[in-house]
């Protein structure tokens, strides 16, 4: 992917673009709000990473001003503030997902995989598949090899996300906002218990695993090898 | 320190304006008075002199200048002119001349210098006045004399006067009285707005006092609170109020900074401890790429640590942020859902009893957080075998949500003590968290307006919220 990545602090840049080339994505980097526009608006870009402390011109009005001009490259905001409202100001001025520093650098790069693919995504297949697990959303029903598997309504959920990002990272963060609409960290893991739990019926010991514990970061459903 | 100084008090510069605006106003219709009544004497006495003029002439007329000359003499002597006193403003001046102006009779010795005879001719005179008594001799006095003068056939010259005395007098006394009343107005404007305005004075100067040495650092000054029920004694206990507020405020910031940094020195630490053992020489990768690895599981908890005091400080600051009516039904369901799974990994009966139709209104997330807040303490210090239960009721009031569990359970004087920051029961340090927990759950209750309450579950803890039915703050 090609990506532009604004960000003013010198070290963060640094080792953002050395992560994120090493996952194979082509980085350019702008140090200043102007030079991020003016980058953003002359070549094509997959995702904006976007800091939302810019000198020059901050970080939503860049976003504004190129969502104005038509541009909807997919935005992440990168922030050093926290806060619930800061979340809502930075997607109501365009931006498509919203990260707190500091982070993990997987989260991040989950994160700009994740909203790259759900604007190229077309309208989502009524039936979502991997090998043989199939997942039909409109039926609501879940099979591996022919055989039907009974979900609770919240692993139907769980198990449909994780199959809409399909060989990307998915971390425990994105699971609680997107599955369970949560914006805060709960204090225990509780998201790999339900993990767990999809696993012990998805997975059976007999079959090839089709769910990826990603160390320290979250989980991956993928194609067997 | 600032004295108010008297002259610069609203107070007495509100007395000496309505003391000026009053003495104008008095000085006016005052004056007014006078001059209706000055003007109504004058007519008074011009009205006499034409008709005693009148009269004489027509005398003269029907009798002939003997007869005038008679009657003039006549009027001018002592008793004639103290008859005419007493009805009248003053004694009538008279003075006939033949057509050469050569005095025939009257209370004038010689005709007016300066006044040339004509017929009805109105004039006021200086004169000093000669009477037949040396009794009412004005003892070298000059009067001021409204007159009349007259030619009669035959050239004889007759003039008509009143002494406007009377009037000037009258006039003088008028002039005095005015000038007291506007002097007592003023004094009295004076006077009242000094006391007044000294009084207000003195005491917004206890107010000024207090709020110098605040200034100065001493948090603890209060405003001398007077018994007085009045508006400056309800000013003083207000500002007393929020005084307090925020000195309570200042010292707890001032405790959390401690206990932020506290709580933070351990963990960095037993970071810095790592890095500087995985420099040690005779470490291998492995070794280092696993001290590399639980450095940053140190910085993610002292992240969270931070997260979690700044959405504490965030929710107490007040601000209420995307509030909206919340299904409290929904919000139990979900964490009920979310924290089931782990209870029963870690072998403990949960129970739910969650009843439908509660709104409040509210945070979701917030709310969200505060139940799984509670809901995970519960599962984390509660021992493998026992229950914890998750309830959703309305007894009274729009919501009541009551988590409990069957662990140790908090003892009754700590139950205060554990709703503040970074208060942990030393039972439960061996435990993963960072003592905000129940913190964000009070923080959470206060700002919608809700009693967070925590009782004895015999065994166990019993945490309830309550939601009231107007949550305002």
Not at chain 2, 194 to 223: C, N
Not at chain 2, 386 to 414: F, H, K, Q, R, Y
Request: neutral net charge; glycine residues 8%.
């Amino acid at each position: 992917m090609r990506l532009l990545l604004i960000e003013d602090d010198t070290e963060t840049a640094n080792y953002l673009i050395k992560g994120l080339r090493e996952s194979g994505h082509v980085t350019t980097h702008a140090a200043s709000g102007p030079d991020g526009l003016r980058a953003a608006t002359d070549s094509q870009y997959d995702a904006l990473i976007v800091d939302r402390m810019l000198p020059g011109l901050d970080g939503l009005s860049v976003v504004r001003e190129l969502r104005s001009a038509g541009n909807d490259t997919p935005v992440l905001f990168l922030t050093a503030l926290s806060e619930v409202d800061d979340r809502v100001m930075g997607l109501h001025s365009g931006g498509d997902d919203y990260l707190a520093k500091p982070f993990a650098f997987a989260e991040l790069l989950a994160r700009v995989e994740a909203i790259v693919r759900r604007r190229s995504k077309q309208p989502a297949d009524a039936v979502l598949r991997v090998s043989d697990l199939e997942l039909d959303r409109l039926k609501r029903s879940v099979k591996r090899d022919g055989k039907p598997i009974p979900l609770q309504a919240r692993e139907f959920r769980l198990l449909e996300y994780l199959m809409l990002h399909t060989g990307q990272v998915v971390t425990r963060t994105m699971l609680l906002e997107h599955v369970w609409g949560y914006h805060f960290d709960p204090q225990t893991n509780v998201i790999d218990v339900h993990m767990s739990r999809l696993r012990s019926k998805i997975d059976k010991p007999s079959a090839q695993p089709l769910i990826r514990t990603v160390r320290g970061t979250g989980y991956c459903m993928h194609e067997p090898d | 320190m600032s004295r108010i100084s008297l002259v610069r008090t609203t107070v007495f510069r509100l007395a000496m304006l309505y003391a000026g605006l009053f003495s104008l106003l008095t000085a006016l219709s005052l004056a007014s008075i006078y001059w209706i009544t000055t003007s109504q004497l004058s007519s008074q006495i011009d009205a006499g002199l034409r008709a005693e003029a009148s009269a004489l002439e027509r005398l003269y007329q029907l009798k002939g200048i003997a007869v005038l000359r008679e009657t003039i003499a006549g009027r001018s002597t002592l008793r004639s002119l103290a008859i005419s006193n007493l009805g009248d403003a003053g004694p009538r001046q008279y003075l006939l001349t033949d057509p050469k102006l050569h005095p025939l009779a009257g209370t004038l010795s010689e005709w007016p210098a300066g006044i040339n005879p004509a017929p009805r001719q109105w004039i006021t005179l200086m004169l000093r006045l000669r009477h037949n008594d040396p009794g009412l001799d004005s003892g070298g006095r000059r009067d001021s004399v409204r007159a009349v003068t007259l030619v009669l056939r035959g050239g004889y010259h007759l003039l008509v006067g009143q002494s406007l005395n009377e009037i000037h007098e009258w006039r003088n006394g008028f002039l005095a009285l005015t000038l007291a009343a506007i002097a007592f107005i003023l004094i009295a404007g004076l006077a009242g707005g000094a006391l007044m305005g000294g009084g207000v004075a003195r005491r917004l100067e206890a107010v000024t006092r207090a709020a110098d040495s605040i200034m100065a650092g001493d948090l603890s000054q209060r405003i001398p609170e007077e018994y007085r029920r009045d508006e400056f004694g309800a000013l003083a206990r207000k500002l007393n109020t929020m005084l307090a507020r925020i000195e309570q405020l200042m010292q707890s910031t001032r405790a959390v900074t401690e206990n932020v940094a506290h709580d933070l020195r351990s963990p960095l630490t037993r970071l810095r401890g790592r890095a500087e053992m995985a420099l040690l020489k005779g470490n291998d990768t492995l070794r280092q790429k696993e001290a590399l690895r639980k450095s940053i599981d140190d910085v993610d908890g002292i992240v969270a640590t931070l997260n979690a005091i700044l959405s504490i400080a965030q929710i107490e600051s007040g601000a209420r942020r995307e509030w909206t009516q919340v299904d409290m039904g929904a919000v139990c369901r979900d964490a009920a859902e979310l924290y089931e799974a782990l209870a029963e990994d870690k072998g403990l009966e949960f129970t739910a009893h969650i009843a439908d139709g509660l709104h409040v209104q509210g945070n979701r997330q917030l709310i969200a957080q505060a139940v799984g807040n509670l809901l995970d303490n519960a599962i984390k210090y509660t021992p493998a075998g026992g229950g914890i239960s998750l309830t959703l009721e309305n007894p009274s009031g729009p919501a009541v949500i009551t988590v409990t569990d069957t662990g140790p359970g908090i003892p009754v004087d700590m139950r205060g003590k554990v709703l503040e920051r970074f208060v942990r029961l030393d039972a439960s340090r061996r435990l993963p968290g960072n003592g905000l927990g129940l913190s964000l759950v009070k923080a959470v209750a206060d700002h919608h307006g809700a009693a967070l309450s925590l009782a004895d579950n015999r065994p166990g803890l019993r945490a309830s919220l309550s939601f009231t039915g107007g949550n305002s703050i």
